[in-house]
Nanobody, 124 residues
Framework: QVQLVESGGGLAQAGGSLRLSCAAS????????MGWFRQAPGKEREFVSG????????HYTDSVKGRFTISRDNAVNMVYLQMNSLKSEDTATYYC?????????????????WGQGTHVTVSS
């Protein structure tokens, strides 16, 4: 089991930036992929981005490509989501999740653990 704690959410203006962080503990961090997901009010949780255990292979949902960047630091058991050019539709609670395997998650399938979420509000 993996324990995950997100931080970095808050209020940003449209066009601004935020950086989300996720601290992991439990299973050896460099053995599994990590993902970011989000859930807006009244909507289902959706995939945002995933990274494999090396940090080299990354996936993004189309709506964030070119604006968001996922990264990880295996030395300190952290995964990050740099969010630039924020839009009002990015407003949601953001969750990090650990994959069961070493690959980069691309959906909610094959996930092992979830964090408690951090809320992002983008004002227009």
């Amino acid at each position: 089991q993996v324990q995950l704690v997100e931080s970095g959410g808050g209020l940003a203006q449209a066009g601004g930036s935020l950086r989300l962080s996720c601290a992991a503990s439990g299973r050896p961090f460099s053995t599994y992929g990590m993902g970011w997901f989000r859930q807006a009010p009244g909507k289902e949780r959706e995939f945002v981005s995933g990274v494999d255990w090396t940090g080299a292979l990354k996936h993004y949902t189309d709506s964030v490509k070119g604006r968001f960047t996922i990264s990880r630091d295996n030395a300190v058991n952290m995964v990050y989501l740099q969010m630039n050019s924020l839009k009002s539709e990015d407003t949601a609670t953001y969750y990090c999740a650990a994959g069961k395997g070493s690959y980069a998650p691309q959906s909610m399938a094959g996930l092992d653990s979830w964090g408690q979420g951090t809320h992002v509000t983008v004002s227009s």
